[in-house]
């Protein structure tokens, strides 16, 4: 099997889906945060591992003593994968912070900040000369 083939696809979002539900239910580790997201799935085409990326609402500390829970937690939930998917391997579960989401919303506050310092008449003389070039091409 293809690593992009339409079955690892789908066999990549039913395991984050099934992880997603067993994160939120059945683990009680205390240092696992309440606001913990499967952001990204990645099951290898053999069936044998798979990278499973976290993101945290919260800080830092609070993402890697998540990871940290999640490794600890990693028999129990290839465990109960087993049970809920009909796989002919269950992949060992290999969990990795994601700091994409942080990322983004960093990316878009330093946008705002630097849109918000431009001058009125720079945003207008702008918008004017973008407006130009849409009537050039007609």
């Given amino acids: 099997m293809r690593k992009d083939s339409i079955k690892n696809i789908r066999i990549n979002q039913e395991v984050q889906k099934e992880l997603s539900e067993l994160i939120r239910s059945e683990v009680k580790d205390p240092r696992i945060h309440p606001f913990t997201s499967i952001t990204r799935c990645e099951v290898a085409p053999d069936l044998k591992t798979a990278k499973v990326f976290i993101s945290v609402l919260g800080s830092e500390e609070e993402l890697s003593q998540t990871v940290k829970g999640l490794k600890n937690a990693a028999s129990f939930l290839r465990s109960r994968l087993a049970g809920s998917m009909n796989m002919r391997n269950t992949p060992e579960l290999r969990f990795i912070a994601d700091d994409s ?31 130009s070039e849409d009537t050039d091409e007609e």
Wanted: no cysteine.
């Fill in 101 to 131: 989401i942080a990322y983004g919303i960093e990316m878009s506050r330093k946008i705002d900040e630097v849109a918000a310092t431009l001058p009125a008449d720079e945003e207008e003389s702008a918008e004017n000369s973008e407006g």
